[in-house]
């Protein structure tokens, strides 16, 4: 395959110089409308290509493969996360997947900060009372949150978000604990002065924060199931970034409503929104799946995607590819 004449289908709108230098480069599909396409039209689409430039909300799984036949080479993933994407199935079709690691991962960080200061420090609540006409002057005992300072963080899947996480948390005067399946490179761990706890369970019974890092893959769905969920201390808060199916939402909703836990703030969601119970809570904060959503970060996705393609069809292997039973790292 050569990168002249190649065909690249495109399943959703893309920041416009990506979408510009990709048609410049390639025998380009665009998609023009900010709807996702259905499963029919997603798979009429990826049919008549050699690489589809996919991304998450397209379920790509075994029946995809199976229907799209056998020009489709290559699912150049636009984000990190490939839970949508049957890796093995594809390996069994003979299709390469690629995805979009590290670039998102500052901006990730971010927003996981961000949710970490907002829920104990009570910042949509403080926003909200003063629109909705409740703020009624200074007072000694109104709006109380908790401290960041000193408190301890429990990061789960200490990888490039979780990494960028750390550096932040530190700078807040928060300690910093991790539980991965290995412990990290010791010279990363020393620097952000790490605790790395091979147990989950005793991590979650110790920390005040748990920010939910690790990607989600079978093994990891519903990692923080009730049983864990319940090991949290009471005042303790949950945070995620990464995906809403490691956590039971059901158990966390039910333990945030009475009382077993703080708070939480989430940008994502076991059933594409939070539940009904979620939203009705004062003490969690909701993001619409957006922390990656910085101009930047999105650019530089579509980059990635952009050099994955151009690799693959100069014939080298591209730089991002995933392999079929090896967590990705966000
Ligand atoms: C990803 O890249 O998988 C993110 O969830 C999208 O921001």
Redesign the pocket.
């Known amino acids: 395959m050569s990168a002249d004449g190649i065909k690249v289908a495109v399943t959703r709108r893309l920041p416009a110089t990506v979408e510009q230098r990709m048609s410049a480069l390639f025998e380009t599909t665009l998609h023009e409308s900010e709807k996702p396409l259905s499963r029919e039209a997603l798979i009429e689409r990826a049919r008549g290509a050699d690489v589809l430039a996919a991304?998450?909300g397209d379920r790509l799984d075994a029946a995809f493969f199976d229907a799209v036949g056998d020009r489709l080479k290559l699912v150049a993933n636009?984000?990190?996360?490939?839970d949508h994407i049957d890796i093995a199935a594809a390996d069994a079709h003979g299709v390469t997947v690629t995805?979009?690691p590290s670039v998102?991962a500052e901006d990730?960080a971010d927003m996981a900060m961000a949710l970490i200061l907002a829920v104990p420090r009570r910042l949509v609540e403080g926003v909200n009372a003063l629109i909705e006409g409740r703020f009624e002057g200074w007072s000694p005992t109104w709006m109380l949150g908790r401290r960041v300072r000193g408190k301890k963080l429990g990061i789960i899947g200490l990888g490039r978000v979780g990494e960028a996480i750390a550096r932040r948390a530190r700078a807040f005067g928060l300690s910093i604990h991790y539980h991965n399946r290995q412990p990290i490179n010791p010279h990363i761990e020393e620097a952000l002065e790490a605790t790395y706890w091979e147990s989950l369970d005793q991590m979650l019974a110790h920390v005040d924060i748990v920010s939910v890092n690790c990607p989600h893959t079978p093994a990891t769905f519903h990692l923080l199931s009730r049983r864990r969920l319940e090991l949290m201390p009471p005042h303790a808060y949950l945070v995620n970034?990464?995906?809403g199916e490691i956590v039971d939402e059901t158990a966390l909703a039910d333990l945030i409503e009475s009382g077993r836990l703080a708070g939480a703030g989430l940008d994502?969601y076991e059933r594409g929104g939070p539940n009904e119970k979620l939203l009705s809570l004062p003490n969690v904060v909701l993001l619409p799946?957006?922390?990656?959503?910085t101009v930047e970060?999105r650019i530089e996705?579509g980059e990635r995607v952009i050099i994955n393609i151009k690799m693959f069809a100069d014939g080298h292997r591209p730089p991002d590819r995933v392999i079929s039973g090896l967590d990705v790292d966000?």
Do not use: D, E, Q
């Open positions: 991304t998450l636009f984000g990190a996360g490939v995805n979009t998102l990730a970034v990464s995906r994502v799946h957006m922390a990656s959503a970060s996705m966000f």
